[in-house]
């Protein structure tokens, strides 16, 4: 009689040590469980954001490099730094080069295009890529905010941004080029993203531009003297090639 | 017989009431062990991450060091070591005549010379063999303008 007395209290409900026991398991297992979600989801958008910024800088690095060695034979780099009231803004000016950042489509019908490392608030830089509607930037030196054209934001917030460009004479590195006549044999590039440990350094080559002689280039032309080079079948019915007989600099 | 019949129902009310210390124990094991293999699958993610971009990072290097030594005005033979980055990978340029190189007449080609770049990933030991590799030929007297 008094074993079946337990047995009913028992089956009526949980006791309240029973409960509190039950509760600081529960208790103990969520907690495990929201600190490893938490910790996921932080190293996630760590994760994420650590390869945004690397495919940032690949995708930088290598349309960079496409424009930079496709540079079209008449055109060229130039390389400033512009300073205004202490702040510098380094800039690398594709002269001539109508193809240069023809973003998606064709030649955009322009004169070149030019980057700008724009200084911002909190001494970081913007990389601005506007698109030169004519030649203006080789008439006078302006600040890269009067500058007018389409101007498009690459990268809004970069630590440092710094560009050189190796001199094939002097052979050193400059921080300035000017000279319409020479290319730099190559373009160096310094860039750190905020949260970089150490700014990284590219190099990237430029095409040297071989002017053929005068003679030789007469010998490229066919006998008929009505299609330029490149355009129509030649004497021996091979398609004229202007870089046939030239010096191996222009085979690339 | 009486006293035996009374011991197994007072027992059995006892199981039936509530988990045993070991259970509970038990589960906790349990969920830590899923727990332990929930973070150490996070952690091969993020290494995993890391290793593609240190690698990506590196195809990038690979080409800039090839395009500044390849290309630079003048080359000179032997191996040179770059220091680390700031992302520990390392590398090394090396500068050869290529000897196995003949033109249409069999006849060796002369001043050409074979590139290679390596790079060694930041897990790496110092004597293993590099985790990359590219290689160019250039030609001595090219871009000597």
Redesign the interface.
């Known amino acids: 009689m008094h074993?079946s007395t337990?047995?009913s209290a028992?089956r009526s409900g949980?006791s309240l040590l029973?409960v509190v026991?039950a509760t600081a398991?529960l208790a103990?297992?969520l907690s495990?469980?929201f600190a490893?979600v938490q910790?996921?989801v932080e190293?996630g958008a760590e994760?994420t954001e650590?390869?945004d910024r690397?495919l940032t800088?690949?995708r930088l690095?290598?349309i960079l490099?496409q424009n930079i060695r496709n540079l079209q034979p008449e055109a060229n780099l130039l390389l400033t730094v512009i300073e205004k009231s202490g702040s510098y803004s380094p800039e690398l000016a594709f002269l001539g080069d109508g193809a240069a950042f023809a973003l998606g489509g064709g030649p955009g019908g322009g004169q070149g295009a030019t980057l700008i490392a724009r200084p911002t608030p909190g001494g970081f830089f913007a990389l601005d890529l506007l698109l030169l509607p004519d030649d203006s930037i080789g008439k006078g030196r302006k600040h890269p905010d009067a500058r007018k054209g389409p101007r498009i934001e690459l990268l809004p917030e970069l630590a440092a941004f710094s560009w050189r460009a190796y001199d094939?004479?002097a052979?050193e590195w400059v921080v300035s080029w000017g000279d319409y006549g020479?290319r730099p044999?190559?373009i160096e590039l310094t860039m750190a993203f905020s949260g970089?440990?150490?700014p990284?350094?590219?190099?990237?080559?430029v095409p040297?531009v071989v002017r053929l002689p005068a003679e030789r280039f007469m010998n490229l032309l066919p006998s008929d003297g009505v299609n330029p080079p490149g355009t129509g079948p030649t004497a021996d019915g091979s398609a004229a090639d202007p870089t046939r007989d030239s010096p191996?600099?222009m085979i690339q | 017989m009486k006293a035996d019949q009374k011991a197994i129902p007072a027992r059995r009310a006892r199981t039936v009431a509530g988990f045993l210390l070991l259970e509970a124990l038990l589960a906790l094991v349990v969920f830590g062990l899923a727990a332990l293999a929930l973070v150490t699958a996070l952690q091969d993610t993020a290494l995993a991450a890391d290793e593609a971009r240190a690698e990506q990072e590196a195809i990038d290097m690979l080409q800039s060091i090839l395009d500044e030594y390849s290309k630079a005005p003048q080359i000179r033979a032997g191996v040179e070591n770059i220091e680390e980055d700031a992302s520990g990978i390392r590398y090394s340029v090396e500068t050869a005549l290529a000897y196995d190189l003949f033109d249409k007449n069999q006849i060796p080609l002369t001043n050409i010379y074979r590139m290679t770049v390596r790079a060694w990933l930041p897990n790496s030991l110092p004597g293993n063999k590099p985790d990359l590799e590219a290689e160019t030929l250039r030609y001595a007297l090219l871009y000597q303008n």
């Open positions: 074993c337990r047995t028992k949980f029973e026991l398991i103990l297992l495990g469980a490893i910790g996921s190293l994760i650590l390869e690397a800088r690949a690095v290598e490099r094939p004479v052979r020479r044999s190559q970089d440990l150490a990284q350094r590219y190099v990237f080559w040297p191996p600099g």
